[in-house]
């Protein structure tokens, strides 16, 4: 088979791209890359929902590469998947790109290249204390935010902060970070209707809690995570950790963590549309409720018809 460009399965939370991502990759001889934010740290699986059965014989890249309590960055994922994207086409393979974080999927196809960004200990303690209403005001005086997607906690405010102060001390570092688009590259989107979206996400939920997650969560705590850094990640960690510890009763996070999930899926969204409408990023949607054959079959055309 020739050489296809890269191809970016994405779309919203239990849109069910990685079923469709494995499907691709099995018919065009290619590995997965991961674009998920959380699926990077090692012993977070049902909060993450790396379904990993459903890969098969299918290689994947860019999922427990981290320790849990790790604090993994965009700077690190873009370099990361360099490295990956460069061993798989050097063995001939194809690569799909497979993931929700709309950060990491846009950087990726915007050619982002981000120098390292270091701890900034007299800012970190300046704002330590601050809610999160706040850290949020101080970061949009640095920038325009797409959606809080990224920033649901105070660790990942204060973050975002520091990255945006080492930017505007150093000047210098604009152009290094200046986007340079790919130019051979197929955007797929992952299509399902609001209602379909959030049955399956109160579905998943439930099945995840059913596994076992909180039983999970007390593991990670108990191998020496603290609390505050699992709370960190935000969504099922933030909710399941807060009931281990006693901080909220099981319906108070159940229903907190079913509304956050699918408030999650909304800013997804939010994003997918600001990258097709304006920044010129075109994703092609295709039904979630479409067999992989089909699936496959409408990919491959779009991918073969990509300049």
């Known amino acids: 088979m020739s050489k296809l460009p890269l191809i970016v399965i994405t779309g919203p939370t239990a849109s069910g791209k990685t079923g469709k991502a494995v499907a691709l990759a099995r018919a065009i001889d290619a590995e997965i890359i991961s674009a998920d934010s959380r699926q990077v740290y090692c012993g977070m699986d049902l909060g993450t929902g790396k379904d990993l059965d459903e890969y098969g014989e299918v290689p994947y890249h860019l999922i427990d590469i981290c320790p849990a309590g790790y604090k993994y960055n965009l700077h690190e994922y873009l370099r990361d998947y360099e490295q990956a994207r460069l061993d798989i086409e050097s063995r001939g393979k194809n690569v799909v790109l497979c993931g929700g974080t709309g950060l990491y999927v846009e950087s990726v196809v915007k050619g982002i290249q981000l120098p390292p960004v270091p701890q900034n200990a007299e800012l970190r303690n300046e704002l330590s204390g601050k809610s999160l209403d706040e850290l949020t005001e101080i970061l949009k005086s640095y ?11 105070c660790q ?13 001390n150093n000047p210098h ?9 790919l130019s051979h590259v197929c955007v797929i989107g992952v299509d399902i209707d609001r209602d379909s979206r959030r049955r399956r996400i109160s579905e998943r939920l439930q099945a995840r809690l059913d596994a076992g997650m909180i039983d999970e969560v007390r593991r990670l705590l108990d191998s020496g995570v ?32 079913e509304t956050a999930i699918h408030r999650f899926a ?23 409720d479409l067999s992989n054959t089909d699936f496959v079959a409408s990919a491959l055309h779009l991918a073969r018809a990509t300049p």
């Open 156 to 168: 990942r405010a204060i973050r975002a902060i520091e990255i945006c102060v080492y930017y505007h």
């Open 173 to 181: 570092l604009r152009a290094v970070t200046e986007p340079h688009p």
């Open 226 to 257: 603290p609390a505050q850094d699992l709370i960190y990640y935000g969504l099922e960690y933030k909710f399941v950790t807060r009931h281990v510890i006693g901080e909220l009763s099981y319906e108070e996070m159940y229903t907190g963590l």
């Open 266 to 288: 909304k800013r997804q969204m939010t994003w997918f549309r600001g990258m097709a409408q304006r920044r010129g990023i075109a994703i092609n949607w295709l039904p979630y």
């Open 143 to 153: 920038k325009t935010l797409r959606n809080n997607s990224d920033i649901d906690t």
